[in-house]
């Protein structure tokens, strides 16, 4: 019975929670208590949109294959080319290594030219 009576709607919560505020907090120290509120949903913010891009980064870096490749070692020339690595005359252990390595890298430079 008591959840039919208790018809309260966003607006009003809204309401009740700053009066609240003002009450608890006086008006003296609500302007810092939004301004420490507004910092912290900024650097919610700036992170959030940091791993998004992260995450756009990580997706666009994905090698393209762009047909069917047969065999394991097609597909890993495939990845090293795209990846900047010569694969003449390499085992595929030294392929897989120097893609990794090329990967690592790009991000280490990416990261380091946005500081």
Do not use: C
Not at 15 to 30: D, E, H, Q
Request: proline share 3%; charged share 35%.
């Amino acid at each position: 019975m008591l959840e039919h009576s208790l018809n309260i709607g966003g607006s009003e919560w809204l309401i009740i929670i700053f009066l609240a505020l003002v009450l608890i907090l006086g008006t003296g120290r609500l302007p810092g208590a939004a301004r420490k509120l507004g910092k912290a949903v900024n650097e919610y913010n700036k992170a959030k949109n940091e791993i998004q891009d992260h995450m756009k980064e990580v997706t666009e870096e994905s090698p393209k294959i762009s047909g069917p490749v047969e065999t394991e070692r097609e597909k890993l020339e495939m990845i090293a080319r795209t990846a900047g690595v010569k694969v003449e005359g390499k085992t595929d252990a030294e392929l897989r290594k120097s893609i990794s390595e090329k990967i690592g890298q790009k991000r280490i430079d990416e990261s380091e030219s946005k500081k």
